[in-house]
């Protein structure tokens, strides 16, 4: 959410972000906001103007009753009663307008940075870099839903009777790949100096709308029935939400932490193979990244923590690339975004394992966190990013090192969460 303030200073440049977006029926917006904006503060103005009548007058009505001009003290303090009344009108009105701005500024998008490539969907997202050589085998992959069960590892069936289309039960030793990815991924992330958190796979509605657009809400929450309480689509939104309201002293930034968590999400349109498969499901494991830090230290912090997906995937034997997402795929609490692709030698193309993004002070105005510098207090920049999410990451892990036999080669960095064990072979 940007301020208000900034809003009425930029105009063009907010309605210029909107456009580069594609989200023209968004413009009329901010036309309205500045519109509250300027009511709020005439209300506020008028109502500091009675309050310090009612003072002045408070004061003039004890003068008056020390010196016995009772009449005269009464008449006073029926206008005491007026004010009251008008002040009352006032409070309301302001408290209503500012609920109706802050819904409309809640869809207004964040400014995008610069660096953003325009364009208006995922369609138009630009490659950045590739890591690792591509190979496709001389032998024919099969699809990973049918690697994993001819490996005794995957049941759909049986999920479809307990939970319906989008769940799965994993299995023996590809449930162990799944588990020792995760594991890996926890460790390396220590490794590199962050602090390892399992947070609560349960929010209120205040911190989800903190965390992300309503649109993102509605396609991605389930929601606990007669609870005010969503299961967490990703622990970036249990991360971020720890620090609702609070004030960090700036000397604890940057906060650096690594979270494991299940994720639940709606996952709508998912269909063909995807169903059949683990790549689209409704219930995942996930090793997050989240960052809090100063704003002028967002976009290395942004750099640093993509590379540590590449790295992770590098170290699995798994080819990646990275892919800038343009202004039409950027959610709009996101002020610039990237997305880590894995490669898929069975279907020749890459797809995505994980996502980067920085997001201003979007997060942290919305939640109210801030930092308690030498010239006063700040909103922070908040950072997430993944890891590792399972079992889409171990799809990565299966495809490319999968062999003519059906048998999986188990990475080296895995093999000591496998028991030391090196393949996973057929039965």
Known sequence: MLDIKYVRENKEKVEENIRKKFQEEKLPLVEEVIELDKKIRELKAKGDTLRQERNATSDEIGALFREKKVDEANTKKQRVVEINNQLETIEKEENELSEELKSKMMVIPNIMDDSVPIGKDDSENVEIEKFG???????????????????????????????????????????????????????????????????????????????????????????????????????????????KGQIVKEEELPIALTSYSPCFRKEVGSHGLEERGLYRVHQFEKQEMVVLCKPEEAMDWYNKM??????????????????????????????????????????????????????GDAQARRLGIRAKGENGNYLVSTLNNTVAASPRGMIAVIENNVNEDGSVKIPKALQPYMGGKETIKVK
């Open 133 to 243: 050589e591509p190979v496709v085998p001389d032998y024919e992959i099969p699809y990973h839903a049918d690697i994993c069960e001819a490996l005794n590892g995957l049941d759909k069936e049986s999920a479809g009777r307990t939970s319906g289309n989008g769940f799965y039960y994993l299995m023996g030793d590809i449930a162990r790949l799944h588990s020792a990815m995760l594991s890996y991924a926890r460790d390396f992330m220590i490794d590199k100096g962050f602090n390892y958190c399992v947070p609560p796979f349960m929010i209120r509605s205040d911190v989800v709308t903190g965390v992300m657009s309503f649109a993102e809400m509605d396609a991605m929450m389930y929601k606990i029935e007669n609870e005010d309480l969503y299961l967490i689509g990703t622990s970036e939104h249990s991360m971020i939400g720890k620090f």
């Open 306 to 359: 993509w590379q540590f997906t590449v790295e992770f995937f590098r170290s699995l034997d798994v080819p990646v690339r990275t892919l800038e997402c343009c202004s039409g795929d950027l959610a709009d609490l996101k002020v610039k975004s990237c997305d880590v692709e894995a490669w898929s030698p069975r279907q020749k193309k890459y797809f995505e394992v994980g996502s980067c993004s920085t997001l």
